[in-house]
């Protein structure tokens, strides 16, 4: 089922958030926040996606999590600022 995704890490070394990063971009995943990203992904996907991302080598103190997020909880987001949650996107992944 597709639902609502957020991903949220804490990662020191630089280039290893560019990498979860860019395998983030790769699923869909669009940046909200600095260490924060959005997507409409199935729970098949984001299974690949955790799969691929079990084996990294985090430190102590780093982390990396997923929420996800039902219809009523969506609608209960609230933001301040500019940019509002981006709206439904269809991503493929090969």
Do not use: T
């Amino acid at each position: 089922m597709v639902m609502r995704r957020v991903a949220l890490y804490d990662i020191a070394s630089s280039k290893l958030r560019r990498y979860v990063s860019s395998l983030l971009m790769d699923y869909g995943f669009i940046r909200i926040q600095e260490s924060a990203m959005v997507a409409d992904i199935s729970s098949h996907l984001l299974k690949s996606l955790y799969g691929r991302l079990r084996s990294l080598k985090l430190g102590v103190n780093e982390d990396l999590m997923f929420l996800s997020l039902c219809r009523r909880c969506e609608l209960a987001v609230y933001s301040v600022g500019r940019r509002p949650l981006p709206q439904k996107r269809w991503v493929v992944v090969y």
